[in-house]
């Protein structure tokens, strides 16, 4: 599930900020964490785990996902100014 806080004084609004992804991780975990199903706890472990220095990866997990689209972003950009600029 992804929360955007839509604040028209970001640059980006309808791109999610790290509180947002923060905020839905937490929620993500809290509702992971009361499953009967031990595969949910699980993943609710591996989220709760998760931080910039040893991320865990997961498609599941919003504060990753953000962190690649960041990442997609500016590899597109980089692209762009280095390569498509002298094709
Ligand atoms: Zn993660």
């Known amino acids: 599930m992804r929360v955007v806080t ?11 900020t790290r509180a ?7 929620r993500l975990i809290k509702n992971l ?3 009967r199903t031990a595969k949910h706890r ?3 472990k591996k989220l709760d785990q998760c931080d910039s220095e040893d991320p865990c ?5 919003p504060r990753c996902l953000r962190t690649h689209r960041v990442r997609w ?3 597109i950009c980089d ?3 280095n390569e498509w600029r002298h094709a």
């Not at 839509?6 to 999610?16: G, L, N, S």
């Not at 947002?20 to 937490?26: K, Q, V, Y």
């Not at 990866?57 to 997990?61: D, K, M, P, T, Y």
């Open 42 to 44: 699980d993943l609710a």
């Open 6 to 16: 839509h604040d028209e004084d970001q640059p980006y609004p309808d791109f999610e």
């Open 73 to 75: 972003i500016a590899d």
């Open 33 to 35: 964490a009361k499953s």
């Open 57 to 61: 990866l997961s498609g599941a997990c």
């Open 20 to 26: 947002d992804a923060r905020h839905s991780a937490e």
């Open 79 to 81: 692209l762009v100014l």
